[in-house]
């Protein structure tokens, strides 16, 4: 139904501007209030009163006269409908409605994406320091992540996955003295145990390996451990390597893989914090007070200065970070999405204000911010908060292990980012109409069981006659399909794959409605066909979706 809707714009288009020069960009159409006004709305009429010094009603019954005249009109709509002070309701012919059927069999796993637009865009999300394992923030990065960069991808961007980490500084140190603690055979509670060592229980597993001269394989390092207690530096190095290969495994069963992991330490290494650092000053955008050395961020935008570099000559987190952000614009990615917890919100004016100031051409505004909440694991009715093998927190790997990595994904999809949200264990293994995932799947495996009892070539379906599609049920989940475009083109504007969830299970509903009011492999040939086409359409829409969310689409279940 776009090339329906792609017609009956152009034709709005045209007869607007006949009627009222410069008035064609006020071609749209909106969805009603309510179905049963229509299929679209157009508020034209309304938007234009105010410019012509016009009664709005009088100017909807001009457009209406004059739509009603246009070809494309006559072809597909049925009627168009003048309301209120100016709206017009338009219904479609159940001939418009079908189109959508044909569109989605021809295009099958491209429907709903627009052409590669030959644009780069970096996500960088999850990021987690190689200090423990991932936890459920974590998953929701993850989550977030790479939905958003299935998103794009289907909006002709070309995607970059990154992982950025932090592999030195007091949170790395502080794992090494945790594992020379363990290999030394001291554990917590112990008299002699560090008050800021981490505790969880794969301390004593990196120790044992590390005393077994074991070599680790990450994607992006890899480490023989020497086996000696006093080796302090090889335990830090192996540790990390250690824990970027848990990490991996962890994103493997996630089914999640980046492009690149930058270190950044290799900021310090390659002289691009000390570069930036010299750039800012140069471009007279700092100053020296109180012995320290500071931005003037607030030519920026933002609540007050920020200190650069500290007394003691260490350099504040946000500096490397503005580095690490010149590198993604000197890579070419004009556009770059960062996806981070919410206790990064006061990150972003300073990092903004170090890339404005740095004068490289960045423009203002970049990058784009999603920011989430944690998330609280519910199990048997009580709130989940230590895994054993973290010490101090749910991990993503025990999520995957008590439901599965579909699961996880559409749960913590299914909400808008910054919203809480309560991660519900025992309903996500439920197998009933009450868990959101289990129900969209459902619906897809459902659709292929009628498939394979049908036995016939889906190909053919392409060519079918949907004529027979004309009844309520029917025409309702044409409607829905046709909606799949403009959600996903939507969804990916407002960093929004929550409502790629909503509009599954929405989709899910309608094909479990129509499934109970229209029985389709019926005795009538030409009734059959037109059902199977319109059933196959919607399977192919509902892995289109999942497939964007991350998530599988059993053909049985």
């Given at each position: 139904m776009q090339s329906v809707k792609t017609e009956l714009l152009a034709a709005l288009a045209a007869e607007l501007e006949r009627l009222w020069p410069g008035s064609g960009s006020k071609a749209a159409f909106e969805s009603p209030r309510q179905a049963a006004h229509g299929d679209f709305a157009c508020t034209a009429a309304m938007q234009l009163a105010k410019p012509l010094k016009a009664n709005p009603?009088?100017?909807?019954?001009?457009?209406?006269?004059?739509?009603?005249?246009?070809?494309?009109?006559?072809?597909?709509?049925?009627?168009?409908?003048?309301?209120?002070?100016?709206f017009l309701n338009i219904r479609l012919q159940p001939a418009a409605k079908q189109q959508v059927v044909l569109e989605v069999l021809s295009q099958g796993a491209r429907y709903g994406s627009r052409p590669a637009r030959g644009e780069k865009m970096l996500v960088e999300f999850v990021s987690a320091n190689p200090t423990g394992p991932l936890h459920v923030g974590h998953g929701r990065q993850a989550a977030l992540g790479d939905a958003i960069c299935h998103l794009f991808t289907s909006q002709g961007w070309q995607v970059q996955r990154e992982f950025y980490?932090?592999?030195?500084?007091?949170?790395?140190?502080?794992?090494?003295?945790?594992?020379?603690?363990?290999?030394?055979?001291?554990?917590?509670?112990?008299a002699d145990w560090p008050e800021a060592a981490y505790n969880g229980d794969y301390i004593q597993d990196i120790a044992d390996d590390f005393l077994a001269r074991r070599t680790v394989q990450a994607d992006d390092r890899q480490f023989t451990a020497s086996g000696s207690v006093d080796d302090l530096d090889g335990m830090r190095q192996f540790a990390v390597a250690y824990l970027r290969h848990e990490q991996d495994k962890d994103l493997q069963a996630f089914r999640l893989k980046f492009d690149r992991y930058y270190l950044e330490s290799s900021l310090y290494a390659e002289g691009r914090v000390e570069a930036t650092v010299q750039r800012l000053i140069d471009?007279?955008?700092?100053?020296?007070?109180?012995?320290?050395?500071?931005?003037?961020?607030?030519?920026?935008?933002?609540?007050?200065?920020?200190?650069?570099?500290?007394q003691d000559g260490g350099y504040t987190y946000f500096v490397p970070d503005v580095a690490y952000h010149i590198t993604k614009w000197e890579r070419g990615f004009r556009k770059a999405i960062n996806i981070q917890g919410t206790d990064h919100h006061g990150t972003i004016a300073r990092v903004r204000a170090g890339l404005q100031a740095a004068g490289v051409g960045i423009p203002a505004g970049y990058p784009d911010y999603v920011l989430h909440t944690m998330?609280?694991?519910?199990?048997?009715?009580?709130?989940?908060k230590i895994s054993k093998r973290a010490g101090s927190y749910v991990t993503l790997r025990d999520l995957i292990d008590w439901t599965s990595a579909d699961a996880v994904?559409?749960?913590?999809?299914?909400?808008?980012?910054?919203?809480?949200?309560t991660f519900d264990v025992d309903l996500a293994v439920q197998q009933n109409n009450d868990n959101p995932v289990y129900y969209v799947q459902y619906a897809h495996a459902r659709i292929c069981?009628?498939?394979?009892?049908?036995?016939?070539?889906?190909?053919?379906?392409?060519?079918?006659?949907?004529?027979?599609?004309?009844?309520?049920?029917?025409?309702?989940?044409?409607?829905?399909?046709?909606?799949?475009?403009?959600?996903?083109?939507?969804?990916?504007?407002?960093?929004a794959p929550h409502d790629v969830t909503f509009y599954l299970r929405e989709l899910a509903a309608a094909y479990h409605s129509y499934y109970d009011a229209?029985?389709?492999?019926?005795?009538?040939?030409?009734?059959k066909t037109a059902r199977l086409a319109l059933v196959a359409a919607t399977a192919q829409v509902l892995h289109n979706g999942l497939t964007v969310l991350g998530v599988t689409a059993p053909t049985r279940m």
């Amino acid at each position: 139904m776009q090339s329906v809707k792609t017609e009956l714009l152009a034709a709005l288009a045209a007869e607007l501007e006949r009627l009222w020069p410069g008035s064609g960009s006020k071609a749209a159409f909106e969805s009603p209030r309510q179905a049963a006004h229509g299929d679209f709305a157009c508020t034209a009429a309304m938007q234009l009163a105010k410019p012509l010094k016009a009664n709005p009603r009088a100017l909807g019954e001009q457009l209406q006269q004059a739509l009603q005249a246009a070809p494309a009109f006559q072809r597909w709509v049925s009627a168009i409908e003048l309301a209120g002070p100016g709206f017009l309701n338009i219904r479609l012919q159940p001939a418009a409605k079908q189109q959508v059927v044909l569109e989605v069999l021809s295009q099958g796993a491209r429907y709903g994406s627009r052409p590669a637009r030959g644009e780069k865009m970096l996500v960088e999300f999850v990021s987690a320091n190689p200090t423990g394992p991932l936890h459920v923030g974590h998953g929701r990065q993850a989550a977030l992540g790479d939905a958003i960069c299935h998103l794009f991808t289907s909006q002709g961007w070309q995607v970059q996955r990154e992982f950025y980490y932090n592999d030195a500084g007091v949170q790395i140190d502080t794992l090494a003295t945790s594992v020379q603690c363990r290999a030394r055979g001291l554990k917590p509670g112990d008299a002699d145990w560090p008050e800021a060592a981490y505790n969880g229980d794969y301390i004593q597993d990196i120790a044992d390996d590390f005393l077994a001269r074991r070599t680790v394989q990450a994607d992006d390092r890899q480490f023989t451990a020497s086996g000696s207690v006093d080796d302090l530096d090889g335990m830090r190095q192996f540790a990390v390597a250690y824990l970027r290969h848990e990490q991996d495994k962890d994103l493997q069963a996630f089914r999640l893989k980046f492009d690149r992991y930058y270190l950044e330490s290799s900021l310090y290494a390659e002289g691009r914090v000390e570069a930036t650092v010299q750039r800012l000053i140069d471009a007279g955008k700092t100053y020296e007070e109180g012995g320290a050395l500071w931005l003037r961020s607030t030519d920026y935008g933002d609540d007050k200065d920020r200190v650069m570099r500290k007394q003691d000559g260490g350099y504040t987190y946000f500096v490397p970070d503005v580095a690490y952000h010149i590198t993604k614009w000197e890579r070419g990615f004009r556009k770059a999405i960062n996806i981070q917890g919410t206790d990064h919100h006061g990150t972003i004016a300073r990092v903004r204000a170090g890339l404005q100031a740095a004068g490289v051409g960045i423009p203002a505004g970049y990058p784009d911010y999603v920011l989430h909440t944690m998330v609280r694991v519910v199990r048997g009715g009580q709130e989940v908060k230590i895994s054993k093998r973290a010490g101090s927190y749910v991990t993503l790997r025990d999520l995957i292990d008590w439901t599965s990595a579909d699961a996880v994904r559409f749960f913590l999809l299914s909400r808008k980012p910054d919203t809480e949200y309560t991660f519900d264990v025992d309903l996500a293994v439920q197998q009933n109409n009450d868990n959101p995932v289990y129900y969209v799947q459902y619906a897809h495996a459902r659709i292929c069981s009628v498939l394979q009892a049908w036995g016939g070539d889906a190909a053919t379906l392409a060519d079918a006659d949907l004529t027979p599609l004309d009844t309520p049920a029917a025409q309702a989940l044409m409607l829905q399909l046709a909606r799949y475009p403009d959600m996903l083109s939507a969804a990916a504007q407002d960093f929004a794959p929550h409502d790629v969830t909503f509009y599954l299970r929405e989709l899910a509903a309608a094909y479990h409605s129509y499934y109970d009011a229209e029985r389709i492999l019926v005795d009538d040939p030409a009734v059959k066909t037109a059902r199977l086409a319109l059933v196959a359409a919607t399977a192919q829409v509902l892995h289109n979706g999942l497939t964007v969310l991350g998530v599988t689409a059993p053909t049985r279940m």
